[in-house]
T-cell receptor
Framework: DAGVIQSPRHEVTEMGQEVTLRCKPI?????LFWYRQTMMRGLELLIY????????DSGMPEDRFSAKMPNASFSTLKIQPSEPRDSAVYFC??????????????FGEGSRLTVL | AQSVTQLDSQVPVFEEAPVELRCNYS??????LFWYVQYPNQGLQLLLK??????LVKGINGFEAEFNKSQTSFHLRKPSVHISDTAEYFC???????????FGAGTILRVKS
């Protein structure tokens, strides 16, 4: 079975440009999470969805960040405009129902973003 | 709100030696506890979890962890490590019946030959 698929794996962009990160969760999973990993702050939960509906976006750092889940098999995380401090690895994870309650998250391989 | 403290940022150990990675948590409510492993350039994988019942939890690759409620700890142990165990290990906590998983800062385990 395919796991969580993220694209692009690496993105280098210049400050001020728009960045779109994409995620395809595991088929049948009903929860989707976006995390950001940096050396300074570790792993931070940005936002999560249940059945395509955003449930908690309190971790989204500022209005430059937005996330959507138009259907059960696709989600995007957009940064506009990007800044150097957004450089990080962004992980998407999904889980099935009770998995969300019991922490069984399945992670993608991450998208490494570098903003120059 | 929950928080997790991993007491060691790096743990170097020789192959076939035992290892313990320490984790303490803070929460005002009942929690679930987890250990995840991250190999270089990969996502995180669940190693083991404590939900309820026996406080000694066994996971994959020979790892185990013990939940100690009085000390609010969930230390990870392995009696004999291999080179392939070199990775970063994350302790995580979630509120019972909650959806948010809060991760510790991670501990890099370096196994030397």
């Amino acid at each position: 079975d395919a796991g969580v698929i993220q694209s692009p794996r690496h993105e280098v962009t210049e400050m001020g440009q728009e960045v779109t990160l994409r995620c395809k969760p595991i088929s049948g999973h009903d929860y989707l999470f976006w995390y950001r990993q940096t050396m300074m702050r570790g792993l931070e939960l940005l936002i999560y969805f249940n059945n395509n509906v955003p449930i908690d976006d309190s971790g989204m750092p500022e209005d430059r960040f937005s996330a959507k889940m138009p259907n059960a098999s696709f989600s995007t995380l957009k940064i506009q405009p990007s800044e150097p401090r957004d450089s990080a690895v962004y992980f998407c994870a999904s889980s099935l129902g009770g998995g969300a309650y019991t922490g069984e998250l399945f992670f993608g391989e991450g998208s490494r973003l570098t903003v120059l | 709100a929950q928080s997790v403290t991993q007491l060691d940022s790096q743990v170097p150990v020789f192959e076939e030696a035992p290892v313990e990675l320490r984790c303490n948590y803070s929460s005002s409510v009942s929690v679930y506890l987890f250990w995840y492993v991250q190999y270089p350039n990969q996502g995180l994988q669940l190693l083991l979890k404590y939900l309820s019942g026996s406080t000694l939890v066994k996971g994959i690759n020979g790892f185990e962890a013990e939940f100690n409620k009085s000390q609010t700890s969930f230390h990870l142990r392995k009696p004999s490590v291999h080179i392939s165990d070199t990775a970063e290990y994350f302790c995580a906590v979630s509120e019972k019946y909650g959806n948010k998983l809060v991760f510790g800062a991670g501990t890099i385990l370096r196994v030397k030959s």
